[in-house]
C-alpha cells in the first residue's frame, strides 16, 4: 500500500516525494510574488492573476493525488496489489486527470490574457481570442471525453468488480498530451513578432524574448510527459505509469511557476533600486498605468509621485538632500520600455518642484 516491508518508499516513490514536495514549494512561492508585484505597483489583482490563483489551487491538487497516489500502488508491480489498492490507484489518476486537464487550460488563459493587456494591438488581440476559442473547445471536447471515458463512470476504476466498457486509455491520454503540446507551441511564438516590433535596443529586445520563451521548459516537460505515457504497459500500469505521475504534476507545477514570470519584473526593479542606494541613489518606487501612484524615497522623507505612462518625465516634489530617479514609460503594462533620470537636490532652505 505505498510502502515496502520494511515501513521505507522504494526508490521510484521517494522521488516522487522529493520532488513533488519541490513542486509545491515553487508554484506556491511563485504565485505570492505574483500577488506582491501587484501591490508594489499599486494596482489590484487582474483577471489573469486571479486565474493564476485558480490554476495554484487546481496543481496543488494534482501534488496531493500524486502523494495519495503512493498509498494506492504507484511505484509498484501491479501483480503485488490487491484488487483494493488497484482500484484506489485507478481512481486517484481518474481524479487526477480532470484536475491536469482543467489547471492547463487555465494557466494558458492567463497567459493570453496577459499577451492582451500588455500588448493591446488589434493584430494580437485577435490572435489572443483565438487562441481562447481554441482552448475552450480543447477544454470541453477532452475534458467531456475524460470523465466519460467509460460507460459507466464508475467502471474506469472498478473493472474488475463491475461490467462496462471503456475507450482505449493509453491513445486517449497520448493524444491529449499531444494537443497540449501544440498549445504550448503556441503561446511560445504568440508574443515573439509584438517584443520584435518594440522600439527598444536589440539587446532588450532579446532579455524580453527570453523572458516570454521561458514556455520553452513547459514545452519539454510536456515532450516527455508524452514519451512517459506512450511507454505505459496496461499489463503493470501502477509500475510503468510511476513516471507520467510524477510528470503530470511537474508540468501542472511549474506551468504556474513559469507563468507567473513575466510578471515579476517589478520586484526585480525593486531590487536594483535596493542597490542602487547603495550608490547614493533614492529607491525608486514601481507604478504602472495612469492614476497609479508609486513612491520616491530620499533620505529624509517619503513623497507621492504621480506616475503616468507618458513620453516625458514626471513631476515631483523632494525635500533637500534627497534623490529621485525618474522613469519615462514609452508603454503601459507589465513590460515597460523605461528612461531613467537621476535627479539630486542640493541641500536649500525650501523644496524644490523638478
Given at each position: 500500500m505505498g510502502l515496502t516491508q520494511t515501513g521505507t518508499y522504494n526508490t521510484r516513490q521517494l522521488q516522487i516525494v522529493i520532488i513533488n514536495s519541490i513542486l509545491v514549494v515553487l508554484s506556491i512561492t511563485a504565485v505570492s510574488l505574483r500577488v506582491w508585484a501587484r501591490r508594489l505597483q499599486g494596482l489590484g489583482l487582474f483577471v489573469e492573476d486571479y486565474l493564476s490563483i485558480f490554476a495554484l489551487a487546481l496543481s496543488l491538487g494534482v501534488n496531493a493525488l500524486l502523494f495519495q497516489s503512493l498509498h494506492a500502488g504507484v511505484g509498484e508491480h501491479v501483480d503485488t496489489l490487491s484488487t483494493a489498492t488497484v482500484e484506489a490507484y485507478s481512481l486517484n489518476l481518474y481524479v487526477m486527470q480532470l484536475f491536469w486537464n482543467t489547471c492547463l487550460p487555465v494557466i494558458k488563459l492567463s497567459i493570453v490574457l496577459f499577451y492582451q493587456r500588455i500588448f493591446p494591438v488589434r493584430s494580437m488581440i485577435i490572435a489572443c481570442r483565438s487562441v481562447m476559442l481554441f482552448l475552450a473547445a480543447w477544454y470541453i471536447a477532452f475534458q467531456t471525453t475524460a470523465i466519460f471515458q467509460c460507460i459507466p463512470i464508475h467502471h474506469e476504476w472498478q473493472k474488475k468488480t463491475t461490467q462496462g466498457k471503456c475507450i482505449a486509455f493509453v491513445p486517449f491520454v497520448t493524444t491529449l498530451a499531444a494537443t497540449n503540446l501544440c498549445t504550448d507551441v503556441l503561446l511560445l511564438i504568440l508574443p515573439t513578432r509584438?517584443?520584435?516590433?518594440?522600439?527598444?535596443?536589440?539587446?532588450?529586445?532579446?532579455g524580453l524574448s527570453a523572458i516570454f520563451t521561458l514556455g520553452i521548459i513547459v514545452c519539454a516537460i510536456s515532450i516527455v510527459r508524452l514519451e512517459n505515457l506512450i511507454a505505459i504497459s496496461n499489463s503493470d500500469i501502477t509500475w510503468s505509469d510511476t513516471y507520467s505521475h510524477l510528470w503530470t504534476a511537474i508540468e501542472s507545477s511549474l506551468g504556474v511557476v513559469v507563468s507567473c514570470l513575466?510578471?515579476?519584473m517589478p520586484i526585480v526593479r525593486l531590487v536594483k533600486s535596493r542597490g542602487s542606494r547603495r550608490d547614493g541613489k533614492?529607491?525608486?518606487?514601481?507604478?504602472?498605468?495612469?492614476s497609479y501612484p508609486s513612491y520616491v524615497r530620499g533620505p529624509y522623507e517619503l513623497s507621492e509621485v504621480s506616475n503616468r505612462v507618458s513620453t516625458g518625465p514626471t513631476r515631483t516634489r523632494l525635500r533637500a538632500g534627497s534623490s529621485h530617479s525618474d522613469l519615462i514609460r514609452k508603454q503601459a503594462g507589465d513590460i515597460e520600455i523605461i528612461t531613467e533620470i537621476d535627479q539630486t537636490v542640493e541641500s536649500t532652505n525650501h523644496s524644490n518642484n523638478i
Open positions: 509584438q517584443v520584435w516590433k518594440l522600439q527598444i535596443p536589440w539587446g532588450r529586445k532579446v513575466p510578471s515579476l533614492s529607491l525608486t518606487g514601481i507604478g504602472q498605468g495612469s
